[in-house]
């Protein structure tokens, strides 16, 4: 069953100059991208800086306001709803930051800290509040000790365990991850990872896990939806995108995360280019000025996505494309 | 190949309001001619410290070198006064850090920040500077055009600026770089882009490399040796394949093993316990409170340096014990 459904979500941010002037720019953050997560799964959005992946997780948790498309949590859709219901069903939607430092209030207490979401949402006498946060910290990993501190005091990962306590407080069915592990270090990451997965198979949580890193996610993901300046290009089961990506930009990416393994030296590939400004995307396929394979038609018509397998490519390269030649060799 | 620079039992503290912070206790580094050599490690291991240290552009007297050697071509550079370092820096060995925006001036044109440099260290004409300027440009793959010159960092993208800073670095010919995280604000993409960029500056260049990374991936796929810092000392030196495939320091293997490369969450491996405070370091082997292997001695003794194969040495009793087939508390201590 999909606890969340998102149908053709387009955000758009309009440039102004000077307030309440008209606008002159559109920011094309997010364009027509539709996904979907099975309850107790993880799907992954992946891609670089500025390819929409943020966006699309805060359209998701009403945080920003869709410009159109559909978003069904909970088989309810959450952009016909009045605040006060939205409120209600949003409950069950939490959120984890990358940076745990601002995103935790440096005036509060680990206590308070954790027991905010319970007292602004929850109706519960003091000493079941006081059970539950304790529960909570346990649940994270974090003695009983840490109660009266701050977030100043404590290290990364554990000041990352607070905030996952806080998107756990109200037993939400969704969480969405949002780098959870790229400001801490590997052997800080591992633990929350494996914090992470663990939660996940107790409590049957559902993660909307964003991150740019691939490794983690190849961890961590059941599916996967890889973005490009605001489009998805390339999604499916993640053992298969993985296994076999179809996309040229799924390839390059892939390709280009450099492997720790010795023996993999000498495979890392190169894709040439930059990123184009998401103001004025390029026409048709947004990939196609640093596509190796480009074609004619990439440059004038929007590849729609179809099924390939199990999954949904955007290219109109044929399916039987060799893509796996992707970008030049880094010499080694 | 030739001996370009060489620290050795590098010794270095801070003071701070707290006390004394012990931050680098015996990194030894050696890097050859046309080397590349990666310093590995988590936050606050002492990596950009070192590096730091090398250029002599740690403030003193906060801080402060309490033992320890640090060569060039052997020449003592712990000798040698401010004047005579500033004048190696940018000729002979140039650093480039890891935010390029926050290390170039936002007010200046590009062309003038690498022609400054060009004409303090060469002492040429403005003309001859901007010959230099565009021929380094063109070394790092950026267009060498008056159009290139006359912008500011700003109108760069992240990747286009952190070329802009290799520029500046390699426009007098250095012979060594120190590269401090030169990709981790970078996208992969991007961060590609600019690992080639560094391998094709030894093929063409010839310029010898210490890349200073947390990323482990970045430093197998471009390094020949690397050197694994933790808490202050490198623990583990050797050929990038050697150690990264048959890692002797209980912490190299722990580290690797941390890695999510392929392995599902359930399957990832943690270190128990956090990084020591270096204000009071644990005696003996600073791993120890955390090591799986850890044998008496590791408590009170700090361990040196021994080789274990072809330029691959350990710092550690339990691996080098083992490493003689006597792996036994008695014979060890």
Not at chain 1, 133 to 152: D, F, I, K, Y
Not at chain 1, 290 to 300: A, E, G, K, L, N
Not at chain 2, 211 to 227: E, K, L, M, P
Not at chain 2, 265 to 294: M, N, W, Y
Request: proline content about 6%; hydrophobic content about 40%; aromatic content about 4%.
């Amino acid at each position: 069953m999909n606890l969340l459904q998102v149908e053709d979500l387009t955000v758009h941010f309009h440039i102004r100059r000077g307030l309440g002037k008209k606008s002159v720019d559109t920011v094309h953050a997010v364009d027509d991208v539709s996904f979907a997560i099975t309850e107790g799964e993880t799907l992954a959005l992946v891609g670089e800086s500025g390819c929409g992946k943020s966006t699309a997780a805060r359209a998701v948790l009403q945080l920003v306001r869709p410009t159109s498309g559909a978003i069904r949590f909970l088989d309810q859709d959450l952009t016909g709803l009045n605040s006060r219901r939205r409120r209600k069903v949003m409950r069950d939607a939490q959120v984890v930051f990358q940076d745990p430092y601002s995103s935790l209030n440096p005036r509060m207490t680990v206590h308070d800290l954790v027991a905010e979401p319970l007292k602004a949402q929850a109706r519960m006498s003091a000493m079941e509040l006081e059970a539950r946060v304790l529960s909570l910290l346990e649940m994270v990993g974090l003695g009983t000790q840490h109660l009266w501190r701050r977030s100043h005091e404590f290290s990364g990962g554990q000041c990352q365990r607070i905030a996952i306590a806080r998107a756990l407080a109200l037993d939400p069915k969704l969480v969405v991850l949002d780098e959870p592990t790229s400001a801490l270090d590997v052997s800080v990451q591992a633990r929350i990872l494996v914090l992470l997965d663990d939660l996940q198979r107790r409590l049957g949580l559902t993660y909307l896990f964003i991150a740019h890193d691939l490794a983690v996610v190849e961890s961590m993901a059941h599916s996967l939806a890889v973005m490009y300046l605001g489009h998805i290009v390339e999604q499916g089961p993640a053992a298969e995108v993985f296994g076999g990506p179809r996309h040229p930009y799924t390839v390059a990416l892939l390709r280009s995360s450099p492997s720790p393994d010795p023996e993999e030296r000498g495979t890392m590939k190169v894709l040439e280019g930059d990123v184009p400004s998401a103001v004025r995307p390029p026409a048709g396929c947004r990939f196609h000025p640093r596509c190796p394979f480009r074609m004619d038609i990439c440059t004038t018509e929007y590849p729609q996505p179809h099924a390939v397998g199990g999954r949904l490519v955007s290219c109109h390269l044929p399916d039987d494309f060799d893509t796996s030649e992707t970008g030049s060799a880094v010499l080694v | 190949m030739d001996e370009l620079l060489r620290v050795r039992g590098l010794r270095l503290q801070f003071r701070s309001m707290r006390g004394v912070v012990k931050a680098l206790d015996g990194v030894d580094l050696t890097v050859h001619d046309r080397e590349i050599v990666g310093l590995v490690g988590e936050s606050g291991c002492g990596k950009t410290i070192t590096g730091l240290a090398i250029l002599g552009l740690l403030q003193r007297p906060q801080a402060e070198i309490t033992g320890g050697e640090i060569s060039y071509r052997g020449e003592d550079l712990l000798a040698k006064s401010d004047k005579e370092m500033q004048d190696l820096r940018g000729r002979e060995i140039s650093m480039v850090f890891q935010d390029p925006l926050a290390s170039l001036n936002p007010v200046f044109t590009v062309g003038h920040q690498i022609g400054d440099v060009v004409r303090i260290h060469k002492g040429v004409s403005r003309r001859q500077s901007r010959e230099i300027t565009l021929k380094a440009l063109a070394e790092v793959g950026l267009p060498a055009s008056d159009e290139t010159l006359k912008r500011y960092p700003h109108q760069f993208s992240g990747g286009m600026r952190q070329r802009v800073c290799m520029a500046m670095a390699l426009a007098c010919g250095s012979p060594l770089l120190i590269a401090d995280e030169p990709t981790t604000a970078l996208d992969v993409t991007i961060q590609a882009q600019i690992l080639r960029l560094l391998l094709r500056l030894r093929e063409e260049l010839g310029v010898a490399q210490v890349i200073i990374t947390h990323n482990v991936g970045v430093a197998a796929q471009s390094c020949d040796r690397i050197a694994v810092m933790y808490a202050g000392s490198v623990v583990e030196e050797g050929p990038v394949v050697e150690v990264l495939s048959r890692p002797r320091h209980p912490y190299t293997i722990a580290l690797y093993e941390c890695l999510p490369h392929g392995h599902t969450a359930a399957e990832l491996q943690t270190i128990p316990g956090t990084v020591p405070d270096l204000i009071s370091p644990p005696p003996g082997c600073r791993f120890h409170p955390r090591c799986k292997h850890v044998l008496d001695v590791c408590r009170t003794t700090k361990p040196e340096p021994v080789q274990v194969g072809g330029r691959h040495w350990v710092s550690c009793f339990w691996a080098t014990g083992q490493e003689s087939g006597t792996h036994d508390r008695e014979v060890v201590s």
